[in-house]
């Protein structure tokens, strides 16, 4: 794997919303970059050494943001969140020997991926799932009956430092 790339965006047009008031966390990193970066996280593993941001502002939040993170081991993501555009909700692994392209990412919708290589590319199957809903049936388990939840703590707080550095760029 070389890179990852992942964008979640969409078109907001509801007055007075939470998500574009600074004082109560709003903006599109907070709001779905999250989601771009905990999915780079997830195939990179790793904790970058460098976090280059660029944003477009508006009353003190971002509405577009696009991340960079360089790892040491060469890796590079690139994140994209805004909620001031058309809808984009989109991902791919790009590595030595292929690409997986992963459309709706972070979407519940039935449907496929694509992993081209040199041989073509192949269609994958995707069924629809309610993935919210697993994400609070796993934290439950784990709350509840002391299961290991798939995503573990470190995990957590790892994405968590590298927000913070990317949204201290913003300052």
């Known amino acids: 794997i070389k890179h990852v790339a992942s964008s979640f965006r969409f078109f907001l047009n509801r ?7 600074a004082a109560l966390g709003g903006g599109s ?12 996280q997830m195939v990179i593993n790793e904790e970058p050494i460098e ?3 660029a944003a477009e502002m508006e009353n003190g939040v971002d509405v577009s943001a696009s991340v960079l993170l360089k ?17 984009r909700n989109y991902s791919e692994i790009i ?24 041989d073509g590319t192949q269609e994958i199957s995707i069924p629809g799932c309610h993935r919210y809903t697993l ?6 388990k784990a709350v509840l009956l002391g299961e290991k939840p798939l995503f573990s703590l470190d995990e957590s707080l790892r994405n968590s430092r590298i927000m913070d550095r990317i949204l201290e760029k913003l300052k």
């Not at 007055?15 to 008031?21: D, E, L, P």
């Not at 030595?96 to 290589?117: A, Q, V």
């Open 135 to 140: 994400e609070i049936e796993d934290f439950s």
């Open 71 to 87: 790892y040491e081991s060469g890796k590079i993501a690139t994140l994209h969140s805004g909620f001031n555009a058309f809808g």
């Open 29 to 40: 990193l907070y709001d779905v970059g999250c989601y771009p970066l905990n999915f780079a």
């Open 95 to 118: 590595g030595t020997k292929g690409r997986l392209e992963i459309p709706d990412t972070f979407l519940d919708n039935e449907g496929s991926i694509f992993l081209e290589t040199e």
């Open 51 to 53: 976090v280059h941001v």
């Open 15 to 21: 007055a007075n919303t939470i998500k574009m008031n």
